[in-house]
């Protein structure tokens, strides 16, 4: 007979048993439901609510039940539907009616609310660890690559000259972003729901603040029927693994055309590029590609859990169940995609000269021009319709600023003298960018010293 089973004449049917249960999936949580439960048992023995023996035989055993899954000793069964209901029915079948006293002042609805916040919690510190790395690894590509100037892109177009350091750099500054967001999802998620009962608490005299330092948790629900309905903090979660991927994504799609025979900006290692099973010449960053494409699954999740709570009254309703599998499946795509890509960055190949090469067409030095214009008296907009007369000249003459004649400058303005040449060159045109912000070298040194201040104080 199941555990709740006594006003039941039948068992279920076993389809049923097949479609309600969750141990598949669940089981994964193990460890915390036993921590729960241990914490939970010594709360009730230090409140008297069992007898204090009682409590302490519970949590040995249960100690020992951690201890043979974590050795592989443990089997669970799919009629025990859940890994509450088969941690428990262990600790039956092991110290009987005493085990039986465990459940007391408890639900699964808060049960299972406690159990998937401290997996959470745990999640969340170890994806900050997986970031951590990223944006050391980040951080170091910029630290080399102060001087590598590249051209900086809008609309995919050349636009102006910057460094692969500033560029790195603006990933950083993202993935701090993305850091700071799961801290912030872990304070809304470190709040203990358990005391919460089915809905309306219990007429037993928990302790919940015991239970609450004994398991680390920061807080109390203060509502009972929101302690075992909400599923915020798994949204918020989702969102949050949603937009590190989306990071992740951005970037990828960067070094998929970096790779390209186009581009030429970076070659991948071998280690992180597969080959053609029909053209012997090819070397495709799959990684990346792969990255790219699992994006899509992660922000499946957070839209499925979305629309799976839209339509939900208070309190709890078994539609909650669908929360895990979607929450387990973008952790575990999230923890696959960090560390590859973190690797994909650190062995690749920068090939400096081509990012040089290319600044020096799409006249990324425009601006510049533009700005010694400026400079030497003439009102911005009249500026930028001279330097924009040039660049026309510069097409129709399949030449560059670079190499236009002083003569040819002054055809279009008599402002121009031969002081427009250091003012355009591409070095120049980043280390004259030193705001806070900009590529210069001066800046970015400073800004890579501080992100390994940022860094190691996390």
């Given at each position: 007979m199941?555990?709740?089973?006594?006003?039941?004449t039948?068992?279920?049917?076993s389809?049923?048993?097949h479609?309600?249960s969750s141990?598949?999936?669940?089981?994964?949580m193990?460890?915390?439901?036993?921590?729960?439960?241990?914490?939970?048992?010594?709360?009730?023995?230090?409140?008297?609510?069992i007898?204090?023996e009682?409590?302490?035989?519970?949590?040995?055993?249960l100690?020992?039940?951690l201890?043979d899954?974590?050795?592989?000793?443990?089997e669970?069964?799919?009629?025990?539907?859940?890994i509450h209901?088969?941690?428990e029915?262990?600790?039956?079948?092991?110290?009987?009616?005493v085990?039986?006293?465990?459940?007391t002042?408890?639900?699964?609805?808060?049960?299972?609310?406690?159990?998937?916040?401290?997996y959470v919690?745990?999640?969340?510190?170890?994806?900050?660890?997986?970031l951590k790395?990223?944006?050391t690894?980040?951080?170091?590509?910029?630290?080399k690559?102060?001087?590598?100037?590249?051209?900086?892109?809008?609309?995919?177009?050349?636009?102006?000259p910057?460094?692969?350091?500033?560029?790195?750099?603006?990933?950083?500054?993202?993935?701090?972003?993305?850091y700071?967001r799961?801290?912030?999802?872990?304070?809304?998620?470190?709040?203990?729901?358990l005391?919460?009962?089915a809905?309306?608490?219990?007429?037993?005299?928990?302790?919940?603040?015991n239970v609450?330092?004994?398991?680390?948790?920061?807080?109390?629900t203060?509502n009972?029927?929101?302690?075992?309905?909400?599923?915020?903090?798994?949204?918020e979660l989702?969102?949050?693994?949603?937009?590190?991927?989306?990071?992740?994504?951005?970037?990828?799609e960067?070094?998929?055309?970096w790779s390209?025979?186009e581009?030429?900006?970076?070659?991948?290692?071998?280690s992180?590029?597969?080959?053609?099973?029909?053209?012997?010449?090819?070397?495709?960053?799959?990684?990346?590609?792969l990255?790219?494409?699992?994006?899509g699954?992660?922000?499946?999740?957070?839209?499925?859990?979305?629309?799976?709570?839209?339509?939900?009254?208070?309190?709890?309703?078994?539609?909650?169940?669908e929360d895990?599998?979607?929450?387990?499946?973008?952790?575990?795509?999230?923890?696959?995609?960090l560390?590859?890509f973190?690797?994909?960055?650190?062995?690749?190949?920068?090939?400096?000269?081509?990012?040089l090469?290319?600044?020096?067409?799409g006249f990324?030095?425009?601006?510049?021009?533009?700005?010694?214009?400026?400079?030497?008296?003439v009102?911005?907009r009249?500026?930028h319709?001279?330097?924009?007369?040039?660049v026309?000249?510069?097409?129709?003459n399949?030449?560059?600023l670079?190499?236009l004649?002083i003569?040819?400058?002054?055809?279009?303005?008599?402002v121009?003298?031969?002081?427009?040449?250091?003012?355009?060159k591409?070095?120049?045109?980043?280390?004259a960018?030193n705001v806070?912000?900009g590529?210069?070298?001066?800046?970015?040194?400073?800004?890579?010293?501080?992100?390994k201040?940022?860094?190691?104080?996390?």
């Amino acid at each position: 007979m199941k555990l709740w089973g006594g006003r039941f004449t039948k068992s279920t049917d076993s389809f049923v048993d097949h479609f309600h249960s969750s141990i598949s999936f669940d089981q994964r949580m193990y460890k915390e439901d036993i921590e729960g439960s241990i914490a939970h048992a010594g709360m009730l023995g230090k409140q008297g609510t069992i007898p204090a023996e009682d409590a302490k035989l519970i949590q040995k055993t249960l100690k020992e039940i951690l201890s043979d899954i974590e050795e592989g000793k443990v089997e669970f069964d799919e009629k025990a539907e859940d890994i509450h209901m088969n941690i428990e029915t262990i600790l039956i079948s092991r110290i009987g009616d005493v085990g039986k006293r465990l459940h007391t002042g408890r639900s699964r609805n808060d049960q299972v609310a406690l159990d998937i916040r401290m997996y959470v919690k745990k999640e969340i510190k170890n994806i900050q660890e997986l970031l951590k790395e990223l944006m050391t690894v980040l951080n170091n590509t910029a630290e080399k690559n102060m001087d590598t100037i590249m051209p900086g892109y809008t609309h995919l177009q050349r636009a102006q000259p910057v460094t692969l350091a500033h560029h790195v750099t603006a990933y950083i500054e993202m993935f701090k972003r993305d850091y700071d967001r799961l801290s912030d999802t872990y304070k809304r998620t470190n709040v203990l729901p358990l005391g919460s009962g089915a809905l309306a608490t219990t007429t037993y005299n928990l302790d919940r603040y015991n239970v609450m330092e004994a398991l680390g948790f920061d807080s109390v629900t203060l509502n009972s029927m929101d302690g075992v309905s909400d599923r915020d903090f798994c949204i918020e979660l989702l969102s949050a693994l949603s937009i590190i991927m989306m990071h992740l994504s951005r970037f990828c799609e960067e070094i998929i055309l970096w790779s390209s025979h186009e581009f030429k900006f970076i070659e991948l290692d071998d280690s992180y590029s597969t080959g053609s099973s029909i053209m012997p010449q090819k070397k495709n960053p799959d990684m990346a590609e792969l990255i790219r494409g699992k994006t899509g699954r992660v922000y499946g999740y957070l839209m499925g859990l979305l629309t799976t709570m839209k339509g939900l009254p208070l309190a709890y309703n078994k539609d909650m169940q669908e929360d895990k599998e979607g929450v387990f499946a973008a952790i575990d795509t999230l923890k696959m995609c960090l560390p590859v890509f973190t690797a994909m960055i650190d062995t690749m190949t920068v090939n400096k000269d081509n990012m040089l090469n290319a600044t020096k067409g799409g006249f990324t030095n425009a601006t510049d021009a533009a700005d010694w214009l400026v400079k030497n008296g003439v009102p911005f907009r009249d500026a930028h319709a001279i330097i924009g007369q040039l660049v026309l000249y510069c097409i129709n003459n399949n030449t560059n600023l670079d190499d236009l004649s002083i003569e040819e400058y002054r055809k279009i303005s008599p402002v121009f003298d031969e002081s427009v040449y250091d003012a355009i060159k591409v070095e120049k045109c980043v280390e004259a960018r030193n705001v806070i912000g900009g590529p210069s070298k001066e800046y970015i040194s400073k800004l890579v010293e501080e992100n390994k201040k940022y860094i190691s104080n996390l």
